[in-house]
């Protein structure tokens, strides 16, 4: 059983910046997939970015492109992280972190179904 617990959240105007972290009960990071997906009010989970547990690769959502980072901390095998710069008030949303000790090569729609392994969640708000 993985336990996971995010932090990191909070209110930041338009164009600042935010990191999050998702700390995981066991020594997840070499072996299991990391996923941040994020759901705002009356709209379905999407998921931002991933995380591989071997070799690092990274995937993330088109709108959040050369604006977010995941990463994994060297040191500390059990965290992942995201950073998120030019926010916009279109990224607010409660963002949750999962894992799941398959990998993935890609991350289609209802892909949040398959990972069993969920944080309970931190909230983002942008302001305009």
């Known amino acids: 059983q993985v336990q996971l617990v995010e932090s990191g959240g909070g209110l930041v105007q338009a164009g600042g910046s935010l990191r999050l972290s998702c700390a995981a009960s066991?020594?997840?990071?070499?072996?299991?997939?990391t996923a941040w997906f994020r759901q705002s009010p009356g709209t379905a989970r999407q998921v931002v970015a991933g995380?591989?547990?071997?070799?690092?690769?990274?995937?993330y959502a088109d709108s959040v492109k050369c604006r977010f980072t995941i990463s994994s901390d060297n040191a500390n095998k059990n965290t992942v992280y995201l950073q998120m710069n030019s926010l916009k008030p279109e990224d607010t949303a409660v963002y949750h972190c999962a894992a799941d000790n398959r990998a993935y090569s890609a991350y289609p729609p209802g892909v949040s179904n398959q990972f069993p392994y969920w944080g309970q969640g931190t909230q983002v708000t942008v302001s305009s």
């Open positions: 066991a020594r997840t990071s070499r072996t299991y997939t």
């Open positions: 995380i591989s547990g071997r070799g690092g690769n990274t995937n």
